[in-house]
């Protein structure tokens, strides 16, 4: 069992940047693989990166935020991070951190352990 609350987001505008963190409870952290999704308003809930368990040698991100976005983890604080650059009016969503034991995935429904999600709003 693995219980995540995000934290980070806020208003920023075109052109800033976000760090959002997700702390992580429960299970051993370093077994699960971890992502982030975000969810707009009116849309379905998609996926923004993701790390592999373990070191985190393995990171995957959607096409939308590759080069903006940086997944990245710290398995002695039990911490996951997004690290946004170069933000822009349609990154604005909820975002949500996820855990799934062991390896990663691209689909929300793959991961069983889910945070409360923390509001991020990019203004033009």
């Known amino acids: 069992q693995v219980h995540l609350v995000e934290s980070g987001g806020g208003l920023v505008q075109a052109g800033g940047s976000l760090r959002l963190s997700c702390v992580a409870s429960g299970s051993s952290f370093s077994s699960y693989a971890m992502g982030w999704f975000r969810q707009a308003p009116g849309k379905e809930r998609e996926f923004v990166a993701a790390?592999?368990?373990?070191?985190?040698?393995?990171?995957n991100y959607a096409d939308a935020v590759k080069g903006r976005f940086t997944i990245s983890r710290d398995n002695a604080k039990n911490m996951l991070y997004l690290q946004m650059n170069s933000l822009k009016p349609e990154d604005t969503a909820v975002y949500y951190c996820?855990?799934?034991?062991?390896?990663?995935?691209?689909?929300?429904?793959?991961?069983?352990?889910w945070g409360q999600g923390t509001q991020v709003t990019v203004s033009s």
């Open positions: 790390i592999s368990w373990s070191a985190g040698l393995n990171k």
């Open positions: 996820a855990a799934r034991y062991a390896t990663w995935s691209k689909e929300a429904t793959h991961y069983p352990y």
